[in-house]
Structures are given as structure tokens and as C-alpha cells.
């Protein structure tokens, strides 16, 4: 019986490690944004969680590394990283990267004061 238990064990353990082999490796790079990028929290933010287990379900293993933006952004279009998973849209982004569905929205206001009304002027 421990015998058989043991040859079992083994031949899981290969699968295990032939399949950790094939498994390809997805670099992001990113900096802390809480709550979507957050390294202090379990799974590092719900934005993490949220790609992680994305490429989880095609196979690949997410590495992600903490760079400052600017650096995150460079790397990516330099091909040092894979993805920048929490990169805003924008057109002028859009001619350099590809950006899939949006998996996650926020809404950013202008907040002051009551006696010293904000002034938004375009530039």
C-alpha cells in the first residue's frame, strides 16, 4: 500500500513539474495603486487578482515586478515587460499597445472645498 502511494505521489509530482515547464511566464509591470495594485494585501490588489487569474485559466504564470510608472510604461514599449495591466486608455496609448476589454472602472472628481470653488480650464 505505501508503495503504490508513493509511485502515485512521484508520477503527480512529474506531471506537476512537466506542466510547471510548459507553463509560460507573463512579466507585468506596475507600481502601487490602491485598491487595484496593492502589495501590502492578499493576491496584491484586485486588479492583480483579477489578471492573474486570467492567465492562469490559458496556462501562463503572472511575475509581476514594482517599478516606478514611467519605467513600467518605457519597459513595456521597449518589449522588457509583457503588460502594464492597469495602463488607462488613451488614443495616443492606443498606437503603441494593444488593450483588451475593460475588466474593472473607476470614476475620478475634482473635490475642494465649498468656499473655494475648483476651476477647470482645457489646456
Avoid at 510548459?22 to 506596475?30: K, N, P
Avoid at 496556462?59 to 515586478?65: A, K, S
Avoid at 492597469?86 to 488593450?99: A, G, I, P, Q, V
Wanted: charged fraction near 20%; hydrophobic fraction near 40%; include cysteine.
Amino acid at each position: 500500500m505505501f508503495r503504490q502511494a508513493v509511485v502515485v505521489l512521484v508520477m503527480a509530482l512529474g506531471t506537476f513539474n512537466s506542466s510547471m515547464a510548459r507553463a509560460q511566464v507573463i512579466t507585468a509591470a506596475t507600481d502601487v495603486w490602491p485598491p487595484y495594485v496593492d502589495f501590502s494585501r492578499k493576491n496584491n490588489g484586485y486588479c492583480l487578482e483579477i489578471v492573474q487569474a486570467a492567465f492562469k485559466t490559458q496556462g501562463y504564470i503572472l511575475q509581476v515586478e514594482n517599478v516606478p510608472w514611467a519605467r513600467g510604461v518605457a519597459g513595456v514599449k521597449k518589449g522588457q515587460y509583457d503588460i502594464a495591466p492597469n495602463l488607462w486608455y488613451s488614443k495616443e496609448r492606443e498606437k503603441t499597445f494593444l488593450y483588451s476589454d475593460a475588466y474593472a472602472s473607476n470614476t475620478l472628481k475634482f473635490i475642494g472645498r465649498k468656499r473655494r470653488p475648483i476651476s477647470i480650464h482645457s489646456a
